[in-house]
């Protein structure tokens, strides 16, 4: 079982910058795991924000490329998500993923909300 929790979401205004956490427990091995940023506005679907692999290769949104870098830091079994230049069609409920075979792992979400 994998229990992931989100933390860093808020209010902050067009041009800003917020820093996303996940951080990561239960019987995983946080190394091996591919970690991703999705996102979820109101009346949209969920979308890849940006992924981490193991091997540390990232992958980005074209929407987010060059404001947004994902990291992730072994020791704390923790995934970051670095975003600037904020823009209010950022305002979602993000989500951290990971997977191991066939099943998928979410944590709660957390808002952000980019308004003046």
């Known amino acids: 079982q994998v229990q992931l929790v989100e933390s860093g979401g808020g209010l902050v205004q067009p041009g800003g910058s917020l820093r996303l956490s996940c951080a990561a427990s239960g019987s995983l091995f946080f190394k091996l795991l591919t970690m991703g940023w999705y996102r979820q506005a109101p009346g949209k679907q969920r979308e890849l924000v940006a992924t981490a692999s193991s091997a540390g290769i990232t992958n980005y949104a074209d929407s987010v490329q060059g404001r947004f870098t994902i990291s992730r830091e072994h020791a704390n079994d923790t995934v970051y998500l670095r975003m600037r230049s904020l823009k209010p069609e950022d305002t979602a409920v993000y989500y951290c993923?990971?997977?191991?075979?066939?099943?998928?792992?979410w944590g709660q979400g957390t808002q952000v909300t980019v308004s003046s």
């Open positions: 993923h990971t997977h191991r075979g066939s099943v998928d792992y």
